[in-house]
């Protein structure tokens, strides 16, 4: 188990602490201005800066936005953000540019950190620079913590490093999904981007003890057990090799197929499920219901011509109705990805039922995924989930079982 040093008032007394935190945040532009479209990793960081506030710290925060790819670009600028916090959050935040003499506040934001090349390059000398203006580093900048930056891992060479409190909590709650989740462990995969999935799907499929797939990523459990998907989506894995996805389907179908769950005790489930049926329609925008279609998977193999513009968008009633069922026993449940197009009424059933079974559950509830929270958001379902994980990236490639380079000078060894 992955025990982290955390930070604490007493090892900040009066330090000058530089905290890596995660303000890429969704802005939009309204006019001559931008705004801050979902403040969450803003706030998340909060607990964290509080604290180090009642230690009498002084705190720079450093962070990225966007990818300028080490230029200065205006529009990347974190400015805005400076002005967000002082104005919504209440956090007496002094802004600058200046990266070689900042200015003595209680809390100083620097510019954006991917307006200097060293800070992807993981540079030495920017990384040097960085920690010249502390006497202690945190980072709390968990779904960054994939990437090898100057920021994450560089400065951390020449400054004690400490976890913050919400990347404590984030690696508390997904390591023990993967290490000691209370089972049945249920794991719901859905969404468009299977690319970014595998690892997390290979490395949980051998934890759980089901797996619930929905969304497009069904489309290759579906093709690789030889039912026709005629025009739905799946994501290629390069153009030339398109088959990719669909291979691997197969091969964790392989993998597991022995492995039998029994649904009410008696009923014998493989422990890897895709739908067996699904709503399907010839467009995304369809407006005329009859052109919905509910393809019983199960029964009806036949390949009708009036079939071949389809494209399956939601899981059908009875996978809605087996799936629910399957999550009401489950003593850990994790979901990413939409089961449907859910942003078009029409698709989105099948992704507002998964949502109810899961927080309806006893389950200890985990929620990750950008399309996956926006969803649960606007089904009002969002805050009834154990632990949501607005990490992407990082998250997935942790489940996936991978070390994140960012957390390990922030480990205790064991
Ligand atoms: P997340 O951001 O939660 O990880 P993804 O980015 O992988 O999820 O996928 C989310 C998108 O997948 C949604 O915007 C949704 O419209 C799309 N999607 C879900 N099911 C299907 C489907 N059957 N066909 C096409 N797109 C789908
Ligand atoms: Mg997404």
Do not use: C
């Amino acid at each position: 188990m992955l025990k982290l040093k955390t930070v604490r008032k007493q090892n900040a007394k009066n330090k000058r602490v530089l905290v890596r935190v995660d303000f890429n945040v969704p802005l939009d532009k309204k006019g001559d201005s931008i705004v801050v479209r979902d403040d969450r990793r803003l706030r998340a960081a909060l607990p964290t800066i509080r604290l180090l506030q009642a230690s009498r710290a002084k705190i720079i925060l450093i962070s990225h936005l966007g990818r300028p790819n080490g230029t200065i670009t205006p529009e990347l600028s974190l400015k805005p953000i400076a002005q967000y916090l002082r104005e919504k959050l209440d956090l007496p935040v002094t802004f600058s540019t200046n990266y070689d003499n900042p200015p003595i506040a209680n809390i100083v934001l620097l510019e954006n950190l991917r307006f200097y090349p060293g800070e992807t390059a993981n540079d030495t000398a920017f990384a040097k620079k960085l920690a010249s203006l502390a006497n202690m580093y945190v980072n709390e900048a968990f779904s960054n913590s994939h990437r090898e930056h100057a920021s994450m891992v560089g400065v951390g060479k020449y400054l004690p490093s400490f976890a913050g409190l919400a990347l404590t909590e984030e690696v508390r709650m997904l390591a023990n999904l993967i290490s000691k989740p209370k089972r049945p462990f249920v794991v719901v995969l859905g969404g468009a981007k299977i690319s970014d999935k595998v690892g997390a799907l290979t490395n949980l499929a051998r934890i759980a003890d089901l797996v619930l797939i929905g969304g497009a990523i069904a489309n290759n459990f579906l093709s690789a057990e030889g039912f026709e998907i005629y025009r739905s989506f799946v994501e290629e894995a390069n153009k030339k090799d398109v088959g990719d996805y669909v291979q691997l389907a197969n091969q964790l179908i392989q993998e597991h197929k022995t492995e039998k769950v029994l649904k009410d005790s008696y009923v014998p489930l493989p422990k890897l499920l895709y739908p067996i049926d699904v709503v399907a329609a010839p467009t995304l925008d369809t407006s005329n219901t009859e052109m919905i279609k509910i393809i019983d998977l199960s029964h009806d193999m036949e390949d009708k011509p009036e079939k071949t513009k389809l494209q399956y968008l939601d899981i059908g009633p009875k996978t809605r109705k087996l799936y629910s069922e399957l999550l009401t026993g489950a003593g850990t449940i994790f979901w990413n990805g939409p089961m449907g197009v859910w942003e078009n009424p029409l698709f989105a059933i099948g992704t507002k039922a998964i949502a109810q079974a899961i927080t309806t559950s006893r389950a200890t509830t985990v929620l990750g995924g950008g399309d996956t929270i926006a969803a649960a958001h606007h089904f009002h379902a969002e805050h009834k989930f154990s632990y949501i994980s607005a990490a992407g990236g990082a998250a997935l490639k942790f489940l996936g079982g991978e070390q994140l380079p960012g957390l390990k000078l922030l480990t205790i060894p064991s």
